[in-house]
């Protein structure tokens, strides 16, 4: 057991990671899940319940990032006879491993042996904590185990077993891609996450921004038709003078997009925040744009959202008012 005062450092990372797991979307998928059964404190009492599961978000959600699994622990009993109502901390460990079950000689881990996941509380003999953790093919291990932090005493360099238990994986993409880090700006920057859009499960644009040296933001429209595991280089900006590409096709320079929306796999909606466009649509599914020119609409104004409610009624909303459709867009009247 590890007393609390002794490790402050670990105390605020085990908050922090508290926190974070109260941000959890509500639409996740399971893709790992085990029991972590072997009992290794002597006490046996929580071998049946301590379990681990293993989500991703939803494509859409925005927690966990994309690219990373939020890891759930939930077990009880922790702890040495006579008293099971441990308080302190264990490490969450992956490992390729056998779980070890010994006569006459201590259960433990090396650090050598396995990766350290995250750190976990344990408050009255009891875990009930999220780790979020990158999602690969590499750390989807075989095995799970919470072991103690310090070595076992008179056994350098072993680390006591309190769980460890089997973890099944679901099959497929072992994780999600983050479209704005398969590119950088002109200038060789980050991209930045901008606005997207999820016409299904499947099926989502997402804008990353850069640096432009005209001073604008540099847009670049990505989409994925396979719920993120990859995405494809749509369209982008003209600005800095990037190569031609292949499919990839033009959007207006400017600043940054204020809305998008697609009524299907082709027929998109953009507003931008920029003086000279404001709304502009597409046909072939955000390769291509074209502005929209709407009566009693400023060109400067701009459109901060666009919903349709069906393949002919739809809205769109500026600071200087709301506009509707009952055409599909080719008309627009200014609301009352």
Not at 30 to 41: I, K, M, P, S
Not at 60 to 79: E, I, M, Q, S, T
Not at 99 to 104: D, K, L, M, T, V
Not at 283 to 305: F, I
């Amino acid at each position: 057991m590890i007393a609390s005062p002794r490790r402050p450092l670990v105390s605020r990372v085990a908050v922090a990671l508290l926190a974070l797991g109260a941000l959890v979307a509500a639409s996740c998928t399971l893709v790992g899940q085990g029991a972590l059964h072997v009992a290794n404190d002597l006490s046996g009492i929580g071998a049946d319940n301590t379990t681990l599961r293993a989500y991703v978000a939803d494509p859409g959600d925005p927690f966990p990032p994309a690219g990373y699994a939020n890891l759930f622990v939930k077990g009880d009993d922790f702890g040495r006879p006579p008293s099971y109502g441990m308080n302190g901390y264990l490490y969450l460990v992956s490992t390729s491993d056998p779980c070890p079950q010994s006569e006459g000689a201590p259960e433990a881990f090396q650090l050598g042996q396995v990766s350290i996941v995250g750190i976990a509380t344990v408050t009255n003999g009891s875990v009930n904590q999220f780790f979020l953790m990158q999602d690969t093919p590499a750390n989807r291990a075989a095995r799970f185990a919470l072991i103690e932090i310090n070595e076992l005493a008179g056994f350098p360099g072993l680390h006591l077993i309190h769980r460890c238990g089997d973890v099944t994986w679901s099959t497929g993409s072992s994780a999600l891609v983050d479209p704005c880090s398969l590119r950088t700006s002109l200038e060789g920057n980050a991209l930045s996450v901008g606005k997207s859009f999820s016409l299904d499960a499947n099926t989502r644009w997402q804008f990353c921004y850069g640096g432009a040296a005209a001073g604008s933001n540099e847009k670049l429209l990505f989409q994925t038709t396979n719920g993120g595991s990859s995405w494809t280089l749509i369209s982008r900006t003209t600005l800095g003078s990037p190569p031609p590409e292949a499919g990839v096709g033009e959007l207006p320079n400017g600043n940054g997009a204020s809305a998008l929306f697609f009524q299907d796999a082709d027929k998109g909606w953009l507003g931008l925040n920029s003086p000279g466009h404001n709304l502009l649509k597409s046909t072939d599914g955000g390769h291509n744009w074209g502005e929209v020119v709407v009566s009693d609409l400023d060109p400067g104004v701009p459109v901060t959202s666009i919903t349709f409610t069906d393949a002919t009624h739809g809205s769109f909303v500026t600071p200087e008012g709301t506009w509707t459709t009952t055409d599909g867009g080719a008309g627009w009247t200014k609301s009352p």
